[in-house]
C-alpha cells in the first residue's frame, strides 16, 4: 500500500513538529513556589534606566527575605518586552497561563504597563509596576489587581514642571513621546502650566521607538517663541533630544520632566548640571539609601540604583510581606487578595523609608526635586545631585478623588 | 528674520536645510541600490543592513583601535564592501539564473542576520559616535544654527553622487558596465570578464551604502534599527527615480529630503509618509519612473 | 505541481486526503498537550500564510506588504469588538471586507506592474498603511488598541475560556483552508496558474490577465484580514506590531519554508516559525538571525520548502 506508507512518514513529519511544541508543565511539590516575573526593556532605549538592574533588585530583595518567608519560596525570572505592548501582553499572558509567575513586576513604558494590567486583571494575578509613569494606571484605566510603586507623571509634572513655571517660564513647547506615557506627561504638565496661567505654544509628537534624529523638532520649537523646551520623553530619546538642542544653539529652557540618574550619567555633568529633575529615591540621600545601594552595586557595577530600580527591590519586599500576612493557599488562590493585603500593610524598606499603598494602588512615598550638580561640585562617581525640596507624600501625589478610578467609586 | 510676503520663511528655510541631510543619505544609499539593480538585476534589501554595518565597523574602528573617522571613512567602506564581494561570489552569483524575487529573498534573510547579530551585540538604544574635531561647532546661517558636521555631510555627498555618476557616464568603465547591463553575453565575447565586473560592481554599491553609514554615525548615532528605518524610503526613492536609473536616484534622493522638509514645516505628521504618496501618484502616472526607461 | 487528477475527492488527492485527516486530529487532540493561546496563534498564522500563498504560490505576485491586511485586520476586529461590542463572526468578517476593501485598491494600483516591481510597490503601500496607522485615531498609535473584551459567538456562546475561542478559531481556519482550496481547484483557480506559468500566453488566449490577478489579491486580503481579526480576539490586543514590513517579511519566510504553491506547506511553515520564535523569544534577538538563516539556507538549498521537498520525494500532491 503505497498511500499507507506515505501517510506514515507523514505522521512522522507531523509529529516531530508536535512534540517540538511547547508542551503544558504540572509540577507537584512541598513547598508552594512563587514567581516574580520582571518585565521590561532589555535591548532598547530604557535599558539602564529600568533592564537587569531591575532584576538584580528583584532578586536583593528574595535573597534578603529567604530567611522570613513563611511555608513558600520565591523565584525571580525575566524576559524583554522590547517596549511593544502585544508582547508585552503575550509575555504576561503566558507567563501567569503556563510559567505559574504570580506577580509581574517593573514593566517600563506606559503603554506595555497598561496593556499587562489588562492581563493581571482577566487572570487575577498581581502585578506591581514601578517603571511605567503614565497617571492613568492609577487613574482611569486603574485595576484591583495593580500597584503603581515609584512615580507617575502627575509629580513629575507638580514638582520639575511646577519648579520651571515658579522660576517663571511660563511659555511652553513640548516634544513628545508618542505613546500612552508621553501623552499624559504632556497633558499632567499641560494642566500645570494653564493652571499657573502659562500657556503652551505647540508640540511635537515623534514616533517610539526608533527616533534618533530630533533636530526638526527643535527647530520647531525654537521658531515657536516658547521660553520652555518640555520634554516629554524619557531614557535615550531624553539624552539625544537635549545633546541635540546644545549642537543646535538652542536658547530655550530645557525642563526633562522624566529623567533618571542613568540618563544624567550618560549625558555627562556638563552637558547635565543645572537641570532640575525628579525622583522618589536617591542612592545618597540617607544612610538607609547607602546602606541599599552598597548591597546592590555588587551586581550591577556599571549602574547605580535610580528610582525604578529602587522600586523594584520595595515592590518585591512588600510583595513578600502581603504573602506572608495571608499565608500562600490565598495568595495562589487570588491575585487581588495579595495586592489587597499590599494595601493593608504599612510599606518600609531602605529605599522609600516608611510608606503606605492607597486603595487606588498608588504608592504614597516622599518626592524629592532635586538639581543635577555642576562638574565643580562633583566630589565622587554618581554624585550628580543636589536636594532642592521635599514633598511628602500627602503633598506629592494626586488626590484619590481627582483620579476618576472607578473600581474606588463602587 | 527673512520675511516674504509678510510671513517668516526662516523656519522654512531652516527645514529644507535639515531635509537636505537625510536627502543626502537617502541619495548615497538609493545611489548604490540604483547601480546594483542596473547590473545585477537584484533588489538588495540588505542595503540598509550593510549601510548599518558601515557606521557600526567605524565605531569599532573608534572604540577598540583608535582609528578616527577620516580613516574610517576609507577603511569602513573597503571593509563592508569586501563583506559583499563574499557575499555575492557565495550566495548571490548563485542566484541569476533564478527568479528574480529569489535574490530579493536572500536578501532579505542576510539582512536579517546582520541586523539580529547587531541588535544582540549593541542593543537596541544606538552608540553615540563624536563629531570630529574639524567639524564640531555650528554655523550661523542667518535663519538657523546648523551643526558644521551636517552641512558636511550635504556637501560630501553631493560630490560623491555627482562624481559616481560622472565615472558610470562618461569614462570607459562605465560604458563597460552599462553595455554589460544590456547585452552580457556580447560584453563578456569582447573579452571583458562579466563575473568580475559584476562583483566588483556589488561590492562598490556595497561600499557606498557603508560610507552612508560611516557619515551618519555622528548624526543619528551607531544604531543597529538605522537601516531597516530607512530602506524603505530609499526603495520608494529608487521606485519614483525609475528603477536603475542612476541620475533619477540621486535626484530624487535630494528632492525627497527637501520635500521631507518641506513637510515638516507645513504638516509634520505628514512627514514619514509623503515619500509613499509622491510614490503612488508617479506610479499611477508614469510606471517606469521618473527618469526610467518604459520597459 | 505534478498532481495526477485521477482520482480525487472533492479535487482532494488521496495523499491530501490523509494529509488533511491527520491534521483535522492534530487540531483536535493538540490543546490536550499543548497551550492553546500558542495553537491558536499558529492557526491564525497559518490562515495568513495561506492566503499570501494564495497570490505568490498559484499566481506567481510576490505580495512583500502582506502584514498591512493582516494588520488592519487586527485593527478593525479589535475595534468592533472593544467599541461596537460585535459578535465574534461579525468582528472577523468585518476584519476581511475591510481588508479586502483595501486590497481591491491598493492591488488595482500594484498590478499594474509585474515581479519585483511588483514587490516593491506592495511594500511601499504597507508602509504607507503603516504611517495611516501610526496617525489615524482609532488605532490608539504605538499603544495599539488594548484590553479588547472577547465578544460573544453569534451572541450567545461566550468565548472568554481559551478552549472555547480555540473550537471558533479552528472552525474560522478550516473554512479559510478549505475555502482557499477550493478557489485553486476552481477553473478560476486554473487560470491564474496559467497566468503564473505564462502570463503573455494567457493573455494572447483572451483572458483579462488583470482582472484575475486583482480578484485572487481581493480574495487573498480577505482572508488575510479575517485572519488578523481573529488574532486580535485571541489576544485582545491590536498594535503596529503587525502591520511592520518585519511581519511582512516573516510571513514571506513561512510560506517559503513550508513550501511555496504547496496546500498544507503554509501551515507547516507557521508550525515551525512559531514554534521557533516561541523557543527562542528569550534570547533576545535570535529569533530574528535564526530566522535570516533559514530565509538564507532556504533560498540557496531547497526552494521548494518542507512540504515542496517531501511531496517531491513522495512523487504526490500536497
Redesign the interface.
Known sequence: ME?SR??L???V??GA??S?????RARAQAKPVFKIGVMND???????TGGLTSVACAKLAVAEFASLMQGYTVEVIS??H?N????G??IA??WY??DGVDLVLDVPN??VA??VA??AK?KNKAYVNSGAASSDITGAQCSPNTVHWTYDTWILAQSTGGATVKAGGDTWYFITA???FGKKLESDTTALIKAAKGSVKGS??Y????T??F??FL??AQ?SGAKVLGLANA??DTI?SI?QAK???LTMDIAALLMFISDVHALGLDVAGGLHLTESFYWDLNDRTRAFTKRILPSTPKNYPNMDHAGCYAGSLHFMKALNSIGPAAAKASGRAIIDAMKALPTDDDCFGKGSIRADGRGMFNSYLFQVKKPAESKGPWDYYKLIQTSEPAQAWRPLADGGCAFIKS | MLMVLGYNIGPLLAQSVLGMVNGAFYALLSLGLAVIFGLLNIINFAHGALYMLGAVVSWWLLTYLGIGYWPSLVIAPILVGAFGVVLERTMISKLYKLDHLYGLLLTFGIALIVEGLARNEFGSSGLPYAVPAALRGATKLGFMIMPTYRLWVVVASFVICMSTWIVLEKTSIGATLRAATENAALVQAFGVNVPRLVTLTYGSGVALAALAGVMAAPVYSVNPNMGSDVIIVVFAVVVIGGMGSILGSILTGFSLGLLEGFTKFIYPEASGVVVFVLMIAVLLTRPAGLFGKAS | MSASTSSTYWGFTKAQIVALVIMLAVIAIAPTAVYPVFLMKVMCFALFASAFNLLIGYVGLLSFGHSAYFGMGCYIGAYAAKAWGFPAELCVILAGVVAAAMGAVFGAIAIRRQGIYFAMITLALAQFTYFLCTQMAFTGGEDGIQQVPRPFLLGMFSLSSDMAIYWMVAGVFLIGFFGIFRIIHSPFGQVLKAIRENEPRAISLGYRVDQYKLIAFVLSTFIAGAAGGMKALVFGIATLSDVTWQSSGEIVLTTLLGGLGTIFGPAIGAVIVNTLQFYLSPFGSWVTITQGIIFVTCVMLFRRGVIGELADKLKIAL
Not at chain 1, 517540538?20 to 503544558?24: E, V
Open positions: 498511500i506515505r501517510s512518514l507523514n505522521t513529519a507531523t513538529a508536535v517540538a511544541l511547547p508542551i503544558g532589555q535591548s532598547g532605549p530604557y535599558r539602564d524576559a524583554d522590547q511593544k505592548p502585544d508582547v501582553a503575550g499572558r503566558q497561563d503556563q506606559s503603554g497598561l496593556a489588562g492581563v482577566e508618542d505613546y500612552a511635537s509628537t514616533p517610539f521607538p526608533g534618533t534624529d533636530s526638526s527647530l520647531q521658531s531614557g535615550g539625544n545633546k549642537e543646535f544653539g
